[in-house]
């Protein structure tokens, strides 16, 4: 560790850079909110991050991304923050998945990380990674802006509430957004500036910081107006009929990864079991859930599995979950 680069964080009562240099953050949605964190906590000497968003770079972007600039118009916009970062802070590890969440970072990937951000812009999209964290019970930490402010909500208690407690059955189904950076109802973009995506990403990130070195963070979400100058706490509970807390139960280590071809999956499993699909491949919405049903010689990750990830699997009419290795084990 480069002791010089951290001396003024050692002066921080509480800090424990050492701590922070140990600690694996996956952030889901790169764009100006996603920016900010990955700024922010790759500055602060956290040890690896990890990188997810299918999106590119456009014109718009550029008014609140302090890591893009108009030469990377048109690129990944995970590829280009990792670029950035790297420059910002050598020591650090990053990865990048330029691919939708589901397809982009295994459910092991998810239960390993010591913290998940979510800096996504939609409710589906916030539903649907909320909904993986429960699954393997991983701490998120969700954040969104408004025009003139934003949210910040800690997830961190997998046994507390959710992003779907704070929703009706109705809005769970539904998936446009308030806190979006478009308003999907007349599908037009809303207000954001760079100073409303620095004062969120920077709330953010203290409560990041803070929760990965140990010390208790409030458990409840951050309201910010930026007009009124002022900053309030809502206390959220858990809601027992949000469907969203279902964990997943035992789960098999296999031998096989996602680069493995569905027959090396299947000769680790009885006959007669059926493994599954969380989503329907991206290139074919159409295709089947069960894996059985596509091509037995292409490997796993050309059905949209990402590494590491936990697949469900009928057999016996009984559910039980899998977890497919590291490339590199
Ligand atoms: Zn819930």
New binding site residues.
Partial sequence: MNDDRYARHQLIPGWDQARLGEAQVIVVGIGALGNEVCRLLALSGVGRLLLCDPDHVETSNLSRTALFTAADLGRNKAEVARTRLQQLAPEIQLEVRPKPLVHGIGLAELRDADLVISCLDSRSARLQL?GRC?LVRAPLLDGGTHPWGGEVRPYLDPDG?????SLTPGQRAVADDAVSCLNREVNRPVGASAAVSALIGARMSLIALRYLMGPSVPSASLVVDGLAGTTRQVSRT??PE?L??QPVSEVRKLTVSHLDTLTALRLTLPGDAVPLLWENPQENPEASLELSDHPSDEPLKSLGIPPREILPVYHCEVISFVELCSPSD
């Fill in positions: 909320a429960n509430p959710c992003y779907g407690c858990r809601d949000c969203l807390h």
